[in-house]
């Protein structure tokens, strides 16, 4: 299996914060990674797909980037909406997810 | 508007068999180029990927739960169906269906069921 590990597990910030989230593969993934965001009771809700496209809806102050093993995930400014969990998932081989960061109200 | 819905017994037995059905509405499982699959949640392991399949006919499963795991599709119904047998505790989860984009993202869940394993 291809292990997702993300930092950090908790990020404490304040709305207007810039905040980034890295997820790192324990082998090449190449660009097939996606981004969630998972408020509690909820499903998960995609953010980003292949590494860094945008899916229709989500506000632009979500941003993907890398390639290989090593990705992030930043959110320009974070906004009242956005204290929730943040999941990475791979989809180079069996499907599998990070273990989630937890972004909370500092 | 595509929804994806669950339904289910929330409660199971130890060694007994967990089912599961996902009814889609605002898309039909048979015209789409689509995957359908399932994940469940729990507070110890996460999110994990249990299967996904296509109507024609390809499944794929996770390797870690494969011999137990089972999925149909009935395009009658537009629904698409688990079955896991010989359920323990450990199988206790949040159990979402979804839809699985061509990029291979999950775009679109249902609001999740939880199953409970326990006498």
């Known amino acids: 299996d291809i292990q997702l590990t993300q930092s950090p597990s908790t990020l404490s910030a304040s709305v207007g914060d810039r905040v980034t989230i890295t997820c790192r593969a324990s082998?090449?993934?190449?660009?097939?990674l996606a981004w969630y965001q998972q408020k509690p009771g909820k499903a998960p809700k995609v953010l980003i797909y292949?590494?860094?496209s945008l899916q229709n809806g989500v506000p632009s102050r979500f941003s993907g980037s890398g390639s290989g093993t090593e990705f992030t995930l930043t959110i320009s400014s974070l906004q009242p909406d956005d204290f929730a969990t943040y999941y990475c998932?791979?989809?180079?081989?069996?499907?599998?997810f990070g273990q989630g960061t937890k972004v909370e109200i500092k | 508007q595509l929804q994806l819905q669950e339904s289910g017994p929330g409660l199971v037995k130890p060694s007994e068999t967990l089912s599961l059905t996902c009814t889609v509405s605002?898309?039909?499982?048979?015209?789409?180029?689509?995957?359908w699959g399932w994940i469940r949640q729990t507070p110890g392991k996460g999110l994990e990927w249990i299967a996904t399949?296509?109507?024609?006919?390809?499944?794929y499963y996770n390797p870690s739960l494969k011999s137990r795991i089972t999925v149909s599709v009935d395009t009658s119904k537009n629904q698409f169906s688990l079955k896991l047998t010989t359920v323990t505790a450990a199988d206790t989860a949040v159990y979402y269906c979804?839809?699985?984009?061509?990029?291979?993202?999950?775009?679109?869940w249902g609001q999740g069921i939880l199953v409970t394993v326990s006498s």
């Open positions: 979804a839809r699985r984009d061509t990029s291979a993202f999950f775009d679109s």
């Open positions: 399949m296509y109507y024609g006919g390809s499944t």
């Open positions: 998932q791979q989809s180079n081989g069996y499907l599998t």
């Open positions: 292949k590494a860094s």
């Open positions: 605002g898309d039909s499982i048979s015209s789409s180029s689509y995957h």
């Open positions: 082998q090449s993934i190449n660009h097939w």
